[in-house]
């Protein structure tokens, strides 16, 4: 089965850091570019980064260029978010994702929770 | 940057009924070298991650009932579900890739009973 698991969210406060891992199975990991996309609570959906297959090459999001690093280990199958700085308006689900040929997102994670307070 | 602007924001429809959600793009997302438009659409119930139902505009993801159609090219895009059915009850969202920031999302359009 095709399948992402994400974890390592929490509460963190301002200024904080957290990394977020996603574990893919049930398809060839390295092959498919991979994102990371958030929600805020009863908001909508807003992409955050991605990288391809090798970790060669990553873009990000103006609100989090510089704070944010995303990376894969591919031996471990898995996906990464470092976040630094962070701030009340991180708050959100963060979702990883796959994207598919029509740059599409065609699997998703359960998303983690990561809430930025004192 | 690309804005992707939903209408309605939200929708009520009775059992049975045609739904109909609207999708505009502040730039265009038909790409010439392949005359594909990158435009997807998502369904998102509560609690639960999106849900990929049309990509291209008009290609229904494998498995999504063919209740569910997208249409449109350039900048004006409509998800049509036409019959509605209990399980449609969610928030769906189109998402462009073509510019900058490279995937923008609709806010979203959420769809009940009436």
């Known amino acids: 089965e095709v399948q992402l698991v994400e974890s390592g969210g929490g509460l963190v406060q301002p200024g904080g850091s957290l990394r977020l891992s996603c574990a893919a199975s049930?398809?060839?990991?390295?092959?498919?570019?991979m994102h990371w996309v958030r929600q805020a609570p009863g908001e909508g959906l807003v992409w955050v980064s991605r990288?391809?297959?090798?970790?060669?090459?990553?873009n990000y999001a103006d609100s989090v260029k510089g704070r944010f690093t995303i990376s894969r280990d591919n031996a471990k199958n898995t996906l990464y978010l470092q976040m630094n700085s962070l701030r009340a308006e991180d708050t959100a689900v963060y979702y990883c994702?796959?994207?598919?040929?029509?740059?599409?997102?065609?699997?998703w994670g359960q998303g983690t929770m990561v809430t930025v307070s004192s | 940057d690309v804005v992707m602007t939903q209408s309605p924001d939200s929708l009520a429809v009775s059992l049975g009924e045609r739904a109909t959600i609207n999708c505009k793009s502040s730039?265009?997302?038909?790409?010439?070298?392949?005359?594909?438009?990158?435009l997807a659409w998502y369904q998102q119930k509560p609690g639960q991650p999106p849900k990929l139902l049309i990509y291209?505009?008009?290609t229904r993801e494998s498995g999504v009932p063919d209740r569910f159609s997208g249409s449109g090219s350039g900048t004006d895009f409509t998800l049509t579900i036409s019959s509605l059915q209990a399980e449609d009850v969610a928030v769906y969202y189109c998402?462009?890739?073509?510019?900058?920031?490279?995937?923008?999302f609709g806010q979203g359009t959420k769809l009940e009973i009436k």
């Open positions: 049930g398809f060839t990991f390295r092959n498919y570019w």
């Open positions: 730039q265009s997302v038909l790409y010439n070298s392949n005359n594909k438009n990158y």
């Open positions: 994702a796959r994207e598919d040929t029509a740059a599409d997102f065609d699997i």
């Open positions: 291209w505009a008009s």
């Open positions: 998402q462009q890739y073509y510019g900058s920031p490279l995937y923008t």
């Open positions: 990288i391809n297959g090798d970790g060669s090459s990553t």
